[in-house]
């Protein structure tokens, strides 16, 4: 079993160690955007499982400035063990859906924080267009940039049903656009969606890593108060992970991802208040306990563990 610090997986924390020599936050903001998806371009609903707050639900207040939001975020931040340098995540809507005007005063914002150190920003493939790429690009020569993209899967049928609104071709174009212009590229995987089977997880696993992108986020599918999903969940009987399957599936996703990609999270990160099921997957510390156990023993029933340990 490889060890990357106290992960058996090469987890953010280590990269961004490694990276930047101390533990590095990242800050949840949220720059007042909205989504395709949502304001009637592609479609008014959002996706299946997306919440009000666009899957940016612990970000600061829009009614603050970014600069303030930044603040906040330290202030939250202040009871962990944290370095002296952050990461600005524009994290709720799509982060790259406005006017380029809009884009570069916000992001500037954020850049021109002291303490912060790059901007991640997550997005969707078709809200990449060359002006934003070219505005990225700049901002990427001196302060890193990291673009998350939510794929959530490969696979028709699933993108269908949770309303994705582009097909796997525009992520491939985006993946190709951001390589070339040296731009980290995460992207965002859902594990557990309705009909899907472990071995379709496994194949978006493997498909988005034969591409050369720099991070990887496996989170499992949370069901979440008012969400088009809540009621599907509802009306319909399709079966949630159990804790059970869902470990066994994260670690089989992880044995396969290749050891120079950053997995940035291995759970999902809902908001509690918000979330109807799984409702294990509330304690998160548990899960991620549990999800090391067991790689420890799967290590050593493979006998690969004591072998490497001796
Ligand atoms: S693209 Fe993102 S913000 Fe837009 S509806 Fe889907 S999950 Fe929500």
């Known amino acids: 079993m490889t060890i990357w610090g106290d992960k058996p997986y090469y987890s953010l924390n280590y990269y961004l160690k490694e990276l930047y020599g101390e533990k590095i936050y990242k800050i949840a903001l949220d720059g007042g955007f909205t989504c395709p998806n949502r304001d009637g371009k592609i479609d008014t609903r959002g996706c299946i499982f997306c919440s009000s707050g666009g899957s940016g639900d612990f970000a600061s207040s829009k009614s603050l400035s970014i600069y303030d939001q930044i603040e906040e975020g330290k202030k939250r931040l202040s009871s962990k063990k944290t370095g002296t340098k952050y990461i600005a995540y524009f994290q709720a809507y799509t982060n790259t859906y406005a006017s380029i005007e809009c884009l570069n005063s916000i992001y500037k914002q954020a850049i021109s924080h002291p303490d912060i150190i790059g901007i991640s920003i997550a997005t969707r493939p078709d809200c990449l267009n060359n002006e934003v790429i070219k505005l990225l690009t700049s901002i990427n020569k001196y302060k890193k940039v990291w673009i998350e993209l939510g794929l959530q899967t490969i696979h028709p049928s699933s993108a269908s049903f949770i309303r994705r609104g582009y097909e796997l071709e525009c992520f491939n174009?985006?993946?190709?656009?951001?390589?070339?212009?040296?731009?980290?590229?995460?992207?965002?995987?859902?594990?557990?969606?309705?009909?899907?089977?472990?071995?379709?997880?496994?194949?978006?696993?493997?498909?988005?890593?034969?591409?050369?992108?720099?991070?990887?986020?496996?989170?499992?599918?949370?069901?979440?108060?008012d969400t088009d999903l809540a009621d599907y969940y509802t009306n319909n009987s399709f079966s949630i992970l159990n804790m059970e399957d869902y470990i066994d599936t994260v670690i089989s996703c992880i044995e396969i991802i290749p050891q120079n990609i950053v997995i940035h999270r291995i759970t999902g990160d809902g908001p509690k208040k918000l979330l109807i099921a799984p409702l294990w997957s509330g304690n998160k510390k548990v899960v991620l306990n549990n999800i090391i156990k067991e790689f420890k023993i799967r290590d050593t029933w493979q006998g690969k563990y004591y072998v490497q340990a001796q």
């Not at 174009?173 to 951001?178: H, N, Q, R, Y």
């Not at 890593?209 to 949370?222: A, N």
């Open 173 to 225: 174009e985006a993946v190709t656009k951001l390589n070339n212009c040296n731009i980290d590229i995460i992207v965002h995987l859902i594990l557990g969606l309705p009909y899907e089977s472990k071995k379709q997880i496994l194949e978006s696993v493997k498909y988005i890593t034969s591409k050369k992108i720099q991070g990887i986020k496996l989170q499992l599918l949370h069901i979440l108060k």
